[in-house]
């Protein structure tokens, strides 16, 4: 499907300009440098049969092209584009590149022009990267279809944009840093294809190892979820997502046209799917040189080889940060360093040799440190003394690198002295890092990456539940015109999906109310019952702690306070709970993002949820690992539960299956737009949810 946006025989310029400042002519003149090797169309409307730019005979419009064309480059004025769009669909050109911005990023008439060019491409068949994008490069093919000031060499690195100016900035530091890529795609306002299409794309492309990515928005959070995951099974996939703040979504907005979804949805799905989030710029190509240059480590224990100790403690810092193990050589392996070591080297980990260090005893450590089973990849941190040799050790450092299977990594720290060592290890694949701790980072993020890949396939555990129970439930609610539940008729939702819950009782007589106190034998709750109060105890709807004695004067007082809030008749009656025994208050709660559905939520519950906001959160559906992935990823509640001091440990196989049952609630109902359960007490054996609450979607069947 997208061959000929990579590969074409010919290349059509609708827009082309004998200006030297024009766009069209600077995309004609990249095409040229480049050197691409098929035919070239320069398109002007005020070309005539002797018009020639830069010495390539131009057509006045595309369809007077005598030749097929593949590949179609449109850099006209936005109210221009449609005509062109139809040009190419009488010209059999089934791909095009839209530079033109003035469409949806500009307001409500560009949003307008930007529909009605979809459904024209849509009814011709034709498929449209952009508009409002830089350009598109394939380095392997010698396609350099942008007005990018920079053309990158080939290499096996592929970077995807939505921002064409921070595209120019990747491409300036690959040039500039010797990073080879094998495409550059400029997304622009992804009107038809978008990062999922080249995502899918890349997966088999065979010149591509390591896709860099940088997005404000992704419209198709599923099929985003779905291609990701087939894609990081099989190269790593490194993404900077802007828009983490509020402001940032807004200036994404009127940047780009796009809808950010909230962001922490975004760290979930990409987690998920086995994205690396890259929090900054440098960091993503940091990571991207990484996993392009180097093999993943097979483990997390990392040696760190140094000709200095502040450079040595600041790695072993970041170790730590990044919960690396620092390798625990073999005592054979000890014995031959101190052998051939200078008798002041250090030789536990990190292993100092001193600042007078030159290649040769980079060398000595280098190949027993590799050796060594106990070591998964080293990083080799060098500092500019008077005595080191840079550039020797760099060579040193390439020779002996085809000789393992172990990452290596390395930190040439300083810039004047290191700057010709650096140069070398880059041109030969070995990336430096200018501070241990983003070594260090990038060493974590490839370990994580080789987890992801070692992860067994596990399927979705389900229940047998009463579905039919909680569609009527649904149904009633919408009928009586509530989208939100609470009390009694969440507890039966709850109750239906096999998850426990307090006994609760709804009666709507006093006689009704004295029989089951009588019956329960323990202090009770009683709360007002009526879907439009479903924060009771804001209105004075709860009372707890209560004796048989008080359940008359009770019952009368929540129904008197309950009347003056509604209607009677939107008074359904008095629940009747007994008092929950003390146990560890956890919350479970589900949200809907509006790019990627449903998330849960797991965290310490209770009055304390607020304050210490100790929450995992997940995509649905949930498989058993992901359980016991949320709860180990908190903080706080985690802990309480495995028992403190004295306290013995909570049932944490309950926690787990109510988790797995949530999460098939709202799968099976996606009309479900938030529950939240808090607090589901767990005790040393047992849980139960004492109130919960959910709210659907308008409209939504």
């Given at each position: 499907m997208l061959e000929n946006f990579f590969k074409p025989d010919a290349v059509a310029v609708v827009g082309a300009s004998i200006k030297h400042m024009k766009l069209g002519n600077q995309i004609l003149e990249n095409l040229l440098k480049d050197g691409f090797p098929g035919r070239i169309f320069p398109i002007n409307a005020k070309a005539d049969s002797t018009t020639r730019i830069m010495g390539i005979k131009a057509y006045p419009s595309l369809v007077e092209v005598p030749q097929p064309i593949d590949l179609a480059i449109v850099v006209v004025p936005s109210r221009g584009v449609?005509?062109?769009?139809?040009?190419?669909?009488?010209?059999?050109?089934?791909?095009?590149?839209?530079?033109?911005?003035?469409?949806?990023?500009?307001?409500?008439?560009?949003?307008?022009?930007?529909?009605?060019?979809?459904?024209?491409?849509?009814?011709?068949?034709?498929?449209?990267?952009?508009?409002?994008?830089?350009?598109?490069?394939?380095?392997?093919?010698?396609?350099?279809?942008?007005?990018?000031?920079?053309?990158?060499?080939?290499?096996?690195?592929?970077?995807?944009?939505?921002?064409?100016a921070l595209g120019c900035v990747i491409l300036d530091k690959a040039e500039g840093e010797g990073i080879g890529l094998s495409k550059f795609i400029s997304l622009g306002n992804k009107v038809d294809l978008d990062e999922v299409d080249f995502l899918a794309m890349l997966k088999d492309d065979a010149q591509t190892d390591v896709i860099l990515g940088y997005l404000e928005g992704i419209k198709r959070g599923g099929d985003f979820i779905s291609v990701a995951k087939e894609v990081t099974s099989q190269k790593p996939v490194v993404m900077i997502k802007a828009g983490r703040s509020d402001q940032g979504k807004r200036a994404a907005s009127s940047h780009t046209g796009s809808l950010a979804g909230q962001d922490e949805a975004y760290d979930v799905a990409f987690q998920a799917s086995g994205i690396i989030r890259a929090n900054s710029l440098r960091e993503a190509i940091d990571l991207a040189r990484g996993f392009s240059s180097q093999p993943i480590p097979q483990g997390k224990r990392v040696l760190l080889l140094t000709n200095g100790g502040g450079a040595g403690i600041m790695a072993t810092d970041a170790c730590e940060q990044f919960s690396l193990e620092l390798a625990n050589l073999e005592d054979e392996t000890k014995e031959?360093?101190?052998?051939?070591?200078?008798?002041?080297?250090?030789?536990?980990?990190?292993?100092?040799?001193?600042?007078?260090?030159?290649?040769?005893?980079?060398e000595i450590a280098l190949e027993a440190i590799l050796t060594d089973p106990n070591v998964d990849g080293v990083i080799v941190l060098l500092t500019p003394q008077s005595g080191s040799d840079e550039d020797e050790t760099a060579r040193l450092i390439i020779k002996i690198s085809p000789g393992t299977k172990k990452t290596i990594l390395t930190c040439f720290m300083g810039q004047k002295k290191v700057k010709g060592a650096i140069k070398i290890l880059q041109n030969h694949g070995i990336p430096n890092y200018a501070d241990p701790e983003d070594a260090v980072r990038v060493f974590e993020a490839m370990f994580r990456y080789g987890e992801w890949l070692k992860r067994p396939k596990e399927a979705v555990k389900t229940f047998p539940v009463s579905k039919s129970r909680v569609d009527h439930i649904l149904n009633e609610s919408i009928k009586e015109g509530y989208l939100e539940i609470g009390g009694e008729r969440a507890l039966q939702i709850m109750k239906a999906y096999g998850i426990p819950t307090v006994e609760n009782y709804l009666v709507r007589e006093l006689h009704e109310a004295l029989d089951v106190a009588e019956s329960l034998h323990s202090s009770l709750a009683m709360k007002i019952e009526s879907p439009a109060i479903l924060h009771k105890s804001d209105t004075g709807g709860v009372l707890l702690n209560l004796k048989l004695a008080d359940v008359e004067t009770s019952f009368y007082q929540l129904m008197e306070r309950a009347k003056r809030i509604v209607q009677a008749n939107r008074i359904r009656g008095i629940s009747i709970q007994p008092m929950v025994k003390e146990g560890k208050e956890v919350l479970i709660g589900v949200s809907w993002d509006d790019v990627f559905g449903h998330l849960i939520k797991f965290g310490l519950g209770g009055k304390y949820v607020e304050i210490y906001r100790d929450v995992s959160t997940k995509l649905v559906p949930l498989t058993p690992s992901m359980t016991e992935e949320m709860i180990g990823e908190t903080k706080v509640i985690s802990r309480l539960l495995k028992g403190v001091r004295e306290e013995s440990p909570s049932d944490v196989p309950e926690v787990k299956e109510a988790l797995l049952r949530f999460s098939q609630l709202v799968c099976d109902f996606p009309r479900i737009l938030e529950i939240e359960a808090n607090p589901l007490v767990v005790w040393k054996k047992g849980a139960m949810v004492v109130d919960a609450r959910l709210r659907l979607k308008n409209g939504c069947s």
């Amino acid at each position: 499907m997208l061959e000929n946006f990579f590969k074409p025989d010919a290349v059509a310029v609708v827009g082309a300009s004998i200006k030297h400042m024009k766009l069209g002519n600077q995309i004609l003149e990249n095409l040229l440098k480049d050197g691409f090797p098929g035919r070239i169309f320069p398109i002007n409307a005020k070309a005539d049969s002797t018009t020639r730019i830069m010495g390539i005979k131009a057509y006045p419009s595309l369809v007077e092209v005598p030749q097929p064309i593949d590949l179609a480059i449109v850099v006209v004025p936005s109210r221009g584009v449609l005509s062109v769009i139809q040009d190419c669909g009488a010209k059999g050109i089934d791909s095009v590149v839209i530079i033109s911005a003035g469409f949806k990023e500009v307001g409500e008439e560009g949003a307008t022009l930007e529909s009605e060019l979809l459904r024209l491409s849509k009814n011709l068949g034709i498929h449209i990267l952009g508009p409002n994008v830089l350009g598109i490069i394939d380095a392997h093919h010698r396609l350099n279809a942008s007005f990018a000031p920079a053309s990158p060499s080939p290499g096996n690195i592929a970077f995807l944009s939505q921002s064409g100016a921070l595209g120019c900035v990747i491409l300036d530091k690959a040039e500039g840093e010797g990073i080879g890529l094998s495409k550059f795609i400029s997304l622009g306002n992804k009107v038809d294809l978008d990062e999922v299409d080249f995502l899918a794309m890349l997966k088999d492309d065979a010149q591509t190892d390591v896709i860099l990515g940088y997005l404000e928005g992704i419209k198709r959070g599923g099929d985003f979820i779905s291609v990701a995951k087939e894609v990081t099974s099989q190269k790593p996939v490194v993404m900077i997502k802007a828009g983490r703040s509020d402001q940032g979504k807004r200036a994404a907005s009127s940047h780009t046209g796009s809808l950010a979804g909230q962001d922490e949805a975004y760290d979930v799905a990409f987690q998920a799917s086995g994205i690396i989030r890259a929090n900054s710029l440098r960091e993503a190509i940091d990571l991207a040189r990484g996993f392009s240059s180097q093999p993943i480590p097979q483990g997390k224990r990392v040696l760190l080889l140094t000709n200095g100790g502040g450079a040595g403690i600041m790695a072993t810092d970041a170790c730590e940060q990044f919960s690396l193990e620092l390798a625990n050589l073999e005592d054979e392996t000890k014995e031959r360093l101190k052998e051939k070591l200078p008798h002041d080297s250090s030789v536990a980990n990190p292993i100092d040799i001193l600042g007078d260090a030159k290649s040769d005893r980079y060398e000595i450590a280098l190949e027993a440190i590799l050796t060594d089973p106990n070591v998964d990849g080293v990083i080799v941190l060098l500092t500019p003394q008077s005595g080191s040799d840079e550039d020797e050790t760099a060579r040193l450092i390439i020779k002996i690198s085809p000789g393992t299977k172990k990452t290596i990594l390395t930190c040439f720290m300083g810039q004047k002295k290191v700057k010709g060592a650096i140069k070398i290890l880059q041109n030969h694949g070995i990336p430096n890092y200018a501070d241990p701790e983003d070594a260090v980072r990038v060493f974590e993020a490839m370990f994580r990456y080789g987890e992801w890949l070692k992860r067994p396939k596990e399927a979705v555990k389900t229940f047998p539940v009463s579905k039919s129970r909680v569609d009527h439930i649904l149904n009633e609610s919408i009928k009586e015109g509530y989208l939100e539940i609470g009390g009694e008729r969440a507890l039966q939702i709850m109750k239906a999906y096999g998850i426990p819950t307090v006994e609760n009782y709804l009666v709507r007589e006093l006689h009704e109310a004295l029989d089951v106190a009588e019956s329960l034998h323990s202090s009770l709750a009683m709360k007002i019952e009526s879907p439009a109060i479903l924060h009771k105890s804001d209105t004075g709807g709860v009372l707890l702690n209560l004796k048989l004695a008080d359940v008359e004067t009770s019952f009368y007082q929540l129904m008197e306070r309950a009347k003056r809030i509604v209607q009677a008749n939107r008074i359904r009656g008095i629940s009747i709970q007994p008092m929950v025994k003390e146990g560890k208050e956890v919350l479970i709660g589900v949200s809907w993002d509006d790019v990627f559905g449903h998330l849960i939520k797991f965290g310490l519950g209770g009055k304390y949820v607020e304050i210490y906001r100790d929450v995992s959160t997940k995509l649905v559906p949930l498989t058993p690992s992901m359980t016991e992935e949320m709860i180990g990823e908190t903080k706080v509640i985690s802990r309480l539960l495995k028992g403190v001091r004295e306290e013995s440990p909570s049932d944490v196989p309950e926690v787990k299956e109510a988790l797995l049952r949530f999460s098939q609630l709202v799968c099976d109902f996606p009309r479900i737009l938030e529950i939240e359960a808090n607090p589901l007490v767990v005790w040393k054996k047992g849980a139960m949810v004492v109130d919960a609450r959910l709210r659907l979607k308008n409209g939504c069947s």
